[in-house]
C-alpha cells in the first residue's frame, strides 16, 4: 500500500533549528515504521521560498534573492542525512515544476469559480505570514501583536480572494464523520471549533511586493505564499499530471505540521484541495513545541538550539531517542540538558545497552559466540514471550496513530521485564548447573533483544542497525510480518561493543 508523508516546507529566512529537526526526525520514524509494514513510503520535505518574510531576510543580505535562497535552502536539505534521515524528495517553491504546478492549480480554481477579485483591508504579520482580525490581537501601546508575540500591520490593497466562506458546512460535515483525520483530539476540537465560529473569504494574492508566484494572467498580483507553499504537498508528486503518477499514486497524504500551523493545514488546505476536485489530507497530525530550559526559543533571546551542535555533543541516537520519548508526541516540551543526561542513561544505556552488552559478551566466552534455536520454554519463559506479544501489539497500534512516545514505552516496558528475567534466571548459575536449560534461557533473551532492535529500528537507526550486525541478523528479513514468531534458526554472535555509553552527570 502506498504511504505518503510530508514535513512542512521550511521557510528559507533563517537557518534549521532544533524545532525544524523535530518535525523531519518524527516523519522519518513513521516513515521507517511504514517501511517496516511493507508500505510502499514516499518521504518528502523541502524549503517554502516566497513571502514577505523570505524577501525581507534577502534584502538584508548582501545578495539577490535568488543566490540567497538557493544558499539558505542547502542548509535545510543538508540537514535531513545529518539526522538520519531518508527522504524521498525535497522540494523547493521557485523550481519550475511547483510553480507551474501552483499556477495550473490557480486557474482550476478561477475556473471552477472559487476566486474573485475585491480589496483587501487588515493586519498582517510577516512572521506569521497570517492575516488577523482585530479580535485576534493584543493591544500594545499604539501598535497590536498576536498572542505570540508577532508585530502586524495595516494592509490595504487590491485583492484576490477565494471563496472560503463557501466551504464552511463541507469542512464540518467532512470533520464530524471523520474525526481521527486530526489529531491529537483536542486539536481536532480546535479546528471544529474554529470552523464553526465561522469563515471569512480568504486573500489570496498580494500586490505590495514581487518575491511570490505570479498569479496567472494578472502581473500586478503575486500569490499569497500560503496557496504557494501548501501545493508543495502535490507539485512535489507531479500534479497536474495524474495519470500513472506519484500524484495517482500517493495522493492523499499523511501531514506532520506544528500546532503553529495547524489552522493552515487543516481549514486552508483541505478547502482549497475540495475547490479544485481533489481528495484532502488523508490525516493531519499536530505536533507541540519545544522551549529550552523553561523559555520560549527565540533569536532575540539567544536560546536558539542548533542540531548540529547538540548532536555532536549527545549523539543521533540519544537526540532522536530523547525528543520523542521524553514528551507524548503533540505535547509541548522542554528542552533541558540535564533531561537529556538522564533519559539516556535510564533507558539506552542501563536498560537496552547493558542488556545487549552483558548478554552478547557472555554468549561469546561461554558459549562461543552460538546459540542453537530451541522451542523447550518453560512457564516462566512463556509468560516473557506473552509479555513480549501484548508489548508488541501496544507498539504497532501506537506507532500507528502517530504515539512515538507510547510506543517507546512499551519497548522499555518489555527490556525491563527483561532484565528481571535474565537476574532471575542467571545464565551465569546455571552455567554451572543446568547447561542446557541455560541455553534456552540466552535464545529467549536472543529473541527478545533482537525483536526489541527491530522496534526501535525507526528511532534510533544507527544503533539498532549496530545490534543487529552485533547478532548477525539478515536484514533481508526485516519486516512486522510474522513478528511475533520467534526465530527459527540459530543465533549467533560477533564483535559485542558496548553501544550506549553513560552520559557523566
Ligand atoms: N513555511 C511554513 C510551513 C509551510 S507548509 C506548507 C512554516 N515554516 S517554519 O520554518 O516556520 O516552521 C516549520 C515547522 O517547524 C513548523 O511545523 C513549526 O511548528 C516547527 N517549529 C518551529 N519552532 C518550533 C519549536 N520551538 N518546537 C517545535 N517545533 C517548532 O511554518
Redesign the pocket.
Known amino acids: 500500500m502506498p504511504f505518503y508523508i510530508t ?5 528559507v529566512n ?1 537557518v534549521p ?4 529537526a ?2 523531519t526526525i518524527a516523519c522519518d520514524i513513521l516513515s521507517r515504521f511504514q517501511k517496516l509494514n511493507n508500505q510502499d513510503v514516499f518521504f518528502l520535505s523541502g524549503t ?1 521560498e516566497h513571502g514577505q518574510k523570505v524577501e525581507k531576510a534577502a534584502l538584508n543580505s548582501s545578495t539577490t534573492s535568488k543566490k540567497f535562497v538557493d544558499q539558505m535552502s542547502e542548509n535545510f536539505k543538508k540537514l535531513i542525512p545529518f539526522l538520519g534521515c531518508e527522504i524521498n524528495d525535497f522540494i523547493r517553491t521557485t523550481e519550475k515544476r511547483h510553480i507551474e504546478g501552483v499556477q495550473f492549480f490557480w486557474q482550476k480554481l478561477k475556473k471552477n469559480n472559487q476566486i474573485y477579485l475585491s480589496n483587501y483591508e487588515g493586519w498582517y504579520s510577516i512572521r506569521d ?1 497570517a492575516f488577523y482580525v482585530e479580535s485576534d490581537l493584543i493591544k500594545d501601546g499604539n501598535d497590536y501583536k498576536t498572542s505570540s508575540g508577532s508585530t502586524v500591520e495595516w494592509v490595504k490593497e487590491k485583492s484576490y480572494f477565494f471563496k472560503l466562506s463557501k466551504w464552511q458546512d463541507k469542512l464540518i460535515e467532512y470533520y464530524e464523520n471523520n474525526p481521527e483525520l486530526i489529531s491529537p483530539k483536542s486539536r481536532y476540537n480546535e479546528v471544529l471549533s474554529f470552523i464553526k465560529g465561522g469563515l471569512k473569504d480568504l486573500s489570496i494574492s498580494r500586490t505590495t511586493f514581487s518575491w511570490g508566484v505570479p498569479v496567472p494572467e494578472d502581473k500586478e498580483h503575486v500569490m499569497y ?2 496557496i504557494d ?2 501545493c ?2 502535490i507539485t512535489a508528486l507531479g500534479y497536474p499530471n495524474k495519470e500513472n503518477s506519484s500524484f495517482n499514486r500517493y495522493w492523499p497524504g499523511v501531514h ?6 495547524l489552522r ?2 487543516a481549514v486552508y ?1 483541505p478547502a482549497f484541495l475540495m475547490a479544485a476536485e481533489l481528495d484532502p489530507p488523508k490525516k493531519i497530525f499536530a ?5 529550552n530550559e523553561g523559555n ?2 527565540s533569536k532575540s533571546l539567544g536560546n536558539v538550539i542548533d542540531p548540529y551542535s547538540i548532536i555532536k555533543e549527545y549523539g543521533l541516537d540519544q537526540i532522536r531517542y530523547f525528543l520523542f520519548r521524553e514528551i507524548p508526541f503533540g505535547n ?1 516540551g522542554d528542552f533541558s540538558k540535564n533531561a537529556i543526561s538522564k533519559r539516556v542513561n535510564a533507558d539506552l544505556s542501563n536498560n537496552y545497552g547493558n542488556l545487549v552488552q552483558r548478554i552478547s559478551t557472555f554468549i561469546i566466552k561461554n558459549c562461543n559466540g552460538r546459540i542453537n534455536q530451541t522451542l523447550n520454554f518453560n512457564k516462566v519463559d512463556n509468560k516473557l514471550i506473552k509479555l513480549f506479544e501484548e508489548k508488541f501489539k501496544n507498539y504497532h497500534e501506537q506507532m500507528s496513530i502517530q504515539q512515538i512516545d507510547k510506543a517507546l514505552r512499551s519497548i522499555f516496558d518489555l527490556l525491563s521485564e527483561t532484565n528481571v528475567y535474565v537476574d532471575s534466571q542467571a545464565p551465569w548459575t546455571l552455567i554451572k548447573t543446568d547447561k542446557e536449560r541455560m541455553k534456552v534461557v540466552l535464545f529467549l533473551i536472543c529473541n527478545i533483544i533482537i525483536k526489541s532492535t527491530i522496534m526501535l529500528l525507526p528511532v534510533i537507526t544507527e544503533s539498532s542497525t549496530k545490534v543487529l550486525k552485533i547478532f548477525n541478523y539478515n536484514f533481508d528479513c526485516i519486516s512486522f510480518n510474522n513478528f511475533n514468531k520467534l526465530l527459527d534458526h540459530d543465533i549467533e554472535i560477533s564483535n559485542p561493543k558496548p553501544i550506549f555509553p553513560r552520559i557523566n552527570l
Open positions: 514535513t512542512p516546507i521550511y521557510y533563517d533549528h532544533i524545532g525544524h523535530y518535525t517554502d505570514e505564499v500560503w507553499a501548501l508543495n504537498y506532520i505540521v506544528g500546532k503553529d500551523i493552515f493545514h488546505w505536533h507541540g513545541w519545544w522551549t520560549k526559543i509541548d
